[in-house]
């Protein structure tokens, strides 16, 4: 999660060094998501049936390896390359963790489990820009960008001997079931072919990959399609499908993963229209953004935790009330933007930042807990990559609509003006969620939330 928002605030410094323009900058940030979202589905398939401690272990492994590469790029060509493989591990690495979770611990446990988890994603989401400034402060321009993927390789060094001995190995008695190859192919291709458009817009916030952009989504239905009539037939076949049918007739699982997909498109855009009001349009620095942005990271990550405890007794609640708090704080930091002298924005902004930081812990661990609490632990792996590439889906589209909102408004209303309008675009974002999570609420009060 580091590497999503860490990486931006080099974008310069490699500008500068590799001589890289804007569509090989787009490839390194887009490039990564995109290889995620390909393998996320299919390797939390592969982790439940051949063994999710040894995914983990290649997961992360290789993205150490590639980061180090990362840091060693000699041209902007190579380095794409790389962080395209970097996201390839990434996607093979994050749906085991949930799947663990999901294997290693039960009831009130796995809801505290999921809040430590639900913290670190909020912190590092959120610690990324100013991790990543101060690396590329102290190292100065010309090498800054290579700590930034340096710095995952000690963080791998010490976790996979940890992994090895503390994660659970499949049983050796467990038959493996079968696996469906060309369903696991065409759900990834599907997933990454449906974000194209959404991370095609380019720095201005114009179309980056031209009209053309948007039939990808037909090519992604088109797949879909024939994803779901063969899945119809491997299923009665062989009783061995992708997706699960007790998956998808989950109710519970699907209300969760549509919170997931309305809060991501609203949670992730908050920074980027942070980062774009400071940056672009004040003149603050990047480490100086990222230090702004830091009490929102602050309070996700002393919230969360106390949410994993407090989700198996107030179920979806705690989340209602998470979401609530959440914006009140962007509907404060909207009004900062408005009318706070830029002399005090930057406290008024991390004050602000703080509360709404409260709220984001509040919602992420829950929404996860209560997704997953129904789901059996043998297709956890599967059941958490497709939460994860919802969430990315979401994020993507989040993204398209706050930048080119932003740059749309730019002219007219001046940067402030620009990222107050664009800010009401992800607090609409996150009231859908709220809406969601009401009525999944109202659906749930006269049935216990059991955690398996």
Same mark, same amino acid.
């Given at each position: 999660?580091?590497?999503?928002?860490?990486?931006?605030?080099?974008?310069?410094?490699?500008?500068?060094?590799?001589?890289?323009?804007?569509?090989?900058?787009?490839?390194?940030?887009?490039?990564?998501?995109?290889?995620?979202?390909?393998?996320?589905?299919?390797?939390?398939?592969?982790?439940?049936?051949?063994?999710?401690?040894?995914?983990?272990?290649?997961?992360?492994?290789?993205?150490?390896?590639?980061?180090?590469?990362?840091?060693?790029?000699?041209?902007?060509? #190579?380095?794409?390359?790389?962080?395209?493989?970097?996201?390839?591990?990434?996607?093979?690495?994050?749906?085991?963790?949930?799947?663990?979770?999901?294997?290693?611990?039960?009831?009130?446990?796995?809801?505290?489990?999921?809040?430590?988890?639900?913290?670190?994603?909020?912190?590092?989401?959120?610690?990324?820009?100013?991790?990543?400034?101060?690396?590329?402060?102290?190292?100065?321009?010309?090498?800054?960008?290579?700590?930034?993927?340096?710095?995952?390789?000690?963080?791998?060094?010490?976790?996979?001997?940890?992994?090895?001995?503390?994660?659970?190995?499949?049983?050796?008695?467990?038959?493996?079931?079968? !696996?469906?190859?060309?369903?696991?192919?065409?759900?990834?291709?599907?997933?990454?072919?449906?974000?194209?458009?959404?991370?095609?817009?380019?720095?201005?916030?114009?179309?980056?990959?031209?009209?053309?952009?948007?039939?990808?989504?037909?090519?992604?239905?088109?797949?879909?399609?024939?994803?779901?009539?063969?899945?119809?037939?491997?299923?009665?076949?062989?009783?061995?499908?992708?997706?699960?049918?007790?998956?998808?007739?989950?109710?519970?699982?699907?209300?969760?993963?549509?919170?997931?997909?309305? #809060?991501?498109?609203?949670?992730?855009?908050?920074?980027?229209?942070?980062?774009?009001?400071?940056?672009?349009?004040?003149?603050?620095?990047? !480490?100086?953004?990222?230090?702004?942005?830091?009490?929102?990271?602050?309070?996700?990550?002393?919230?969360?935790?106390?949410?994993?405890?407090?989700?198996?007794?107030?179920?979806?609640?705690?989340?209602?009330?998470?979401?609530? !708090?959440?914006?009140?704080?962007?509907?404060?930091?909207?009004?900062?933007?408005?009318?706070?002298?830029?002399?005090?924005?930057?406290?008024?902004?991390?004050?602000?930042?703080?509360?709404?930081?409260?709220?984001?812990?509040?919602?992420?661990?829950?929404?996860?807990?209560?997704?997953?609490?129904?789901?059996?632990?043998?297709?956890?792996?599967?059941?958490?990559?497709?939460?994860?590439?919802?969430?990315?889906?979401?994020?993507?589209?989040?993204?398209?609509?706050?930048?080119?909102?932003?740059?749309?408004?730019?002219?007219?209303?001046?940067?402030?003006?620009?990222?107050?309008?664009?800010?009401?675009?992800?607090?609409?974002?996150?009231?859908?969620?709220?809406?969601?999570?009401?009525?999944?609420?109202?659906?749930?009060?006269?049935?216990?939330?059991?955690?398996?």
């Amino acid at each position: 999660m580091l590497d999503v928002s860490i990486v931006n605030v080099a974008l310069p410094s490699m500008q500068q060094a590799l001589h890289a323009g804007s569509a090989q900058l787009q490839l390194i940030v887009s490039g990564y998501i995109l290889a995620i979202a390909l393998l996320v589905v299919p390797a939390g398939r592969i982790g439940d049936a051949r063994g999710r401690r040894m995914m983990f272990i290649l997961g992360i492994g290789g993205f150490g390896l590639m980061s180090l590469l990362a840091g060693l790029a000699n041209s902007d060509t #190579y380095l794409v390359v790389i962080r395209l493989l970097q996201g390839a591990f990434a996607g093979v690495l994050n749906p085991q963790t949930s799947g663990l979770i999901q294997q290693m611990f039960r009831g009130s446990e796995r809801g505290k489990a999921f809040g430590l988890m639900g913290a670190t994603i909020g912190v590092a989401t959120a610690l990324g820009p100013v991790v990543g400034g101060a690396l590329v402060t102290m190292a100065g321009p010309a090498n800054g960008w290579r700590w930034v993927f340096f710095i995952n390789v000690p963080v791998v060094l010490i976790v996979i001997p940890l992994a090895r001995r503390l994660l659970p190995p499949r049983i050796a008695s467990e038959a493996p079931p079968r !696996l469906d190859v060309p369903g696991i192919a065409l759900i990834g291709l599907a997933a990454a072919v449906g974000m194209v458009p959404f991370i095609g817009t380019g720095e201005q916030g114009e179309a980056g990959l031209g009209p053309w952009r948007w039939w990808m989504l037909a090519v992604a239905a088109v797949i879909l399609g024939v994803f779901v009539l063969w899945e119809r037939r491997y299923q009665t076949k062989f009783h061995a499908a992708v997706l699960d049918p007790e998956l998808i007739r989950n109710v519970s699982y699907r209300f969760g993963v549509m919170i997931g997909v309305a #809060y991501f498109a609203g949670f992730n855009s908050v920074f980027l229209v942070v980062t774009m009001v400071l940056q672009r349009g004040l003149g603050f620095s990047a !480490l100086m953004a990222g230090l702004i942005s830091a009490p929102f990271a602050i309070g996700s990550g002393l919230a969360a935790p106390v949410a994993g405890r407090m989700v198996n007794r107030y179920g979806r609640l705690w989340m209602i009330g998470g979401l609530i !708090l959440m914006l009140v704080g962007l509907g404060v930091m909207d009004m900062v933007l408005l009318w706070t002298p830029v002399n005090h924005l930057g406290w008024a902004m991390a004050v602000a930042g703080f509360f709404t930081g409260l709220g984001s812990g509040s919602v992420i661990s829950p929404n996860q807990t209560l997704t997953l609490a129904s789901v059996p632990p043998r297709i956890g792996g599967v059941a958490s990559g497709v939460i994860q590439v919802s969430q990315r889906v979401g994020s993507a589209v989040g993204m398209t609509i706050v930048l080119s909102g932003f740059f749309a408004n730019y002219a007219p209303l001046g940067a402030r003006g620009a990222a107050a309008k664009t800010l009401m675009a992800s607090i609409a974002m996150i009231g859908v969620a709220l809406v969601i999570a009401i009525i999944d609420w109202y659906r749930r009060r006269n049935h216990a939330d059991v955690l398996l």
